[in-house]
């Protein structure tokens, strides 16, 4: 792919509203503050958590910044007006050590609240959040209707799944949505427990997903009657996003690293199994070659002939 060739007209069908360079600039620019905070906002309803007043952006959108980052996975990260940070990912690809990924982004998301010597107290809950095009609930198996797309952690004792562990609440919450459960249906349930619990997304947040989902489209706003005001400055944003050269090469560029570098891991294993494969019969050869000339010497050959028969050296054969 060579960027001069991508257009405004292919643009949309290279480019979503979950692409990872777009995903940072709509929820990490300062002027879109209001945008971050409804969605945030959206995902906390739907929990069923306290809902934030304002957010600040922590870690700002930086166009250079972002065409060097060479990440599979991009991460905005926000606090609120009771200091608890938000770290809020998006993964585009497949991956069976996301949970790893997003724990290790967490559990520094909270250490990093506090410095050398200061003290405990200054500690917030953190929350993270993260926006994945595919699922890793039941990885590697199909998608089947009505199942729960949105995961939140919580952590209870061992022998009492109802009484949280920590009774203040959790330091740390995990918030995973998995948007190729989303069903583009108002009114779809979704199962909660796999025991006949059902229930529906929140307003906000299914906008927020359909938006998400299926945002692309010229015609979002009026073929779904959207009224949402921030899901339609988040469209404008999208549709600005396609039109502005160096934000499209951005994407672009940050998909072809993206390609690349998973060709260079399929050469990496095709040519360390062709490797395995030379090394093992090259061994395998040796192994018959000490074997032989360890017979050989049982019967009685000379050392010499040995040697010249299996390409033993003498000082080998004499150790054997």
């Not at 199942?147 to 022998?159: G, I, Y």
């Not at 899901?231 to 996003?241: C, I, L």
Request: proline share 3%.
């Amino acid at each position: 792919m060579e960027t001069q060739k991508w257009t405004d007209k292919n643009a949309r069908i290279h480019i979503f509203p979950t692409s990872d360079i777009f995903v940072r600039y709509l929820l990490a620019s300062p002027k879109n503050t209001d945008i971050t905070k409804s969605f945030i906002n959206a995902v906390l309803e739907d929990s069923g958590r306290r809902q934030v007043n304002s957010v600040t952006i922590t870690s700002p959108f930086n166009l250079r910044q972002s065409i060097r980052d060479k990440e599979t996975v991009m991460d905005i990260k926000v606090q609120d007006t009771d200091g608890c940070p938000y770290d809020i990912e998006i993964q585009n690809t497949g991956s069976p050590v996301i949970m790893e990924r997003i724990t290790y982004y967490g559990t520094h998301l909270y250490l990093d609240q506090i410095g050398e010597s200061e003290q405990y107290d200054k500690l917030r809950q953190c929350i993270v959040i993260a926006l994945l095009s595919r699922h890793i609930y039941g990885y590697g198996k199909k998608v089947k209707p009505a199942e729960k797309l949105h995961h939140v952690s919580l952590v209870v004792h061992d022998d009492d799944h109802e009484t949280p562990f920590y009774p203040d609440g959790d330091q740390q919450v995990y918030h995973i949505l998995e948007l190729d459960r989303f069903e583009n249906n108002a009114e779809a349930v979704y199962d909660i427990d796999g025991k006949g619990l059902q229930r529906r997304l929140s307003a906000s947040l299914f906008g927020w997903l359909r938006f998400f989902s299926e945002g692309a489209e010229e015609d979002f706003m009026e073929k779904y009657n959207e009224t949402d005001q921030l899901v339609g400055k988040a469209k404008r944003e999208y549709e600005k996003f396609l039109k502005t050269e160096s934000l499209r090469d951005a994407q672009f560029r940050h998909e072809m690293w993206l390609h690349d570098r998973a060709q260079d891991k399929a050469d990496a294993r095709r040519e360390g199994l062709e490797e395995g494969l030379e090394e093992g019969r090259t061994e395998g050869a040796r192994a018959n070659a000490l074997a032989n000339a360890r017979n050989l010497r049982r019967l009685g050959v000379s050392d010499e002939i040995i040697a010249e028969a299996t390409g033993v050296t003498p000082r080998e054969i004499a150790a054997l």
